[in-house]
């Protein structure tokens, strides 16, 4: 019989961070003056802080030591050069061009490769990168499973592109409208599902077939690796490493958020196999980032990332991330919290609509839903429903999404696991006594992403 062994940090933990438990009083005064919004509470009035899962992961010793490495050079910073062949080593990419984060990478890559008119299929939209896809002049175009949009659906790879719909686009437009395709590992809109290497290759074999590229929203990678090796016939006895590798090879070129997969609080790049688009990179990079040999970053920052990026491929390290994300969702299965299933990679989504049967949606249930759960015990999430959805363009009216959601994100290797233990007690004493809470109207509505600064009033 084999013998019970748990998961656990494949680390110990060398400095700490106080956080402070407020009074419910306290909490009830702040979040009123906050509107009711998550994103408007100060972070030190925040006891377990679950609102992102980006820029907010613990570096290690080897990333701090990293920092004192850094190689001020305004040109051809050592730090520079070792980030570069850590991404060639690992994320396979010829040519790499440093961004101050994620979104950089995007507005480069959407400048030089989409022109007015085209359209570009995604795996599930990301809001900075449509934005950017759209500044440009292009259109995006959701071409994921239908299994994506219901949270109840337990299909295992709800991040795979719906080859009957990309097809589609493909005969309707013309291949020469469609720059690229946008794929994204792990899908972060759709509660951080992964799309398979089965469908992966299939999305390669029809885009080279037409000519379409492949660029790769790489921000968590080794998370969608993860899940194939764990789930993907044919990749058990493969490291997750080596399954990042295969992932990247089958794709053109990629964007990065380093915030995320990567463990440093900020950070990314762009990087492409065309020697031709690399040249093109490189001049718009010193046009709004910097130098094409720091980005948006400095020496320090370049090193904690290419030492973050080895980190991040290790299976210890990736199993113990996702099997503590995993851990809390089965915590609140247990007392039958309904939960977007199966259970992602970088956080639980709570599906409000289920929890708050007797809120229209109109009533802002998810919205109402993050802030009754900080009132219950400081824990602040956030959230992914009609207020991240906004309004429609012609209409004016809001968009109601299938999905309104409340997603708890975990940062990396921050929180243990009695902090996930409280958090899941907390969600589920607010079930408890989810027939006496009432919806919001918005009070506030700011133009542009209103998620963010939005303020509510409750009914
Ligand atoms: C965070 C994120 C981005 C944007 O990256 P930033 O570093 O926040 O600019 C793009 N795509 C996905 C899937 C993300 O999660």
Redesign the pocket.
Known sequence: MAIKRSWAEPYKIKMVEPVYITTEAHREKVLAEAGYNTFLLRSEDVYIDLLTD?GTSAMSDRQWAGLMMGDEAYAGSRNFYHLEETIQKYYSYKYIVPTH????A?HILSQILISKGDYLPGNMY?T??KLHQELAGGTFVDVIVDEAHDSESLFKFKGNVDLNKLEALIDKVGANKIPYVCI?TTV?MAGGQPISMANLKQVRELTSKHGIKIIH?M??VAENAFMIQQNEAGYQDKSVAEIVYEICALTDGA?M????DAMVNIG?FLAVNDPDLFDKARNMVVVYEGLHTYGGMAGRDMEALAIGITESVQDAHIRARVGQVKYLGEQLLKTGVPIVKPIGTHGVFLDAKKFLPHISQDKFPAQTLAAEIYLDSGVRAMERGVVSSGRNAETGQHNFPKLELVRLTIPRRVYTQAHMDVIAESVSNVYERRDSIKGMKMIYEPEYLRFFQARFEKL
């Open positions: 980006s984060q994620g979104r950089g995007e990301f900075t990168t994204a972060n929203d921000t968590r964007t958020s380093a915030k995320k990314g």
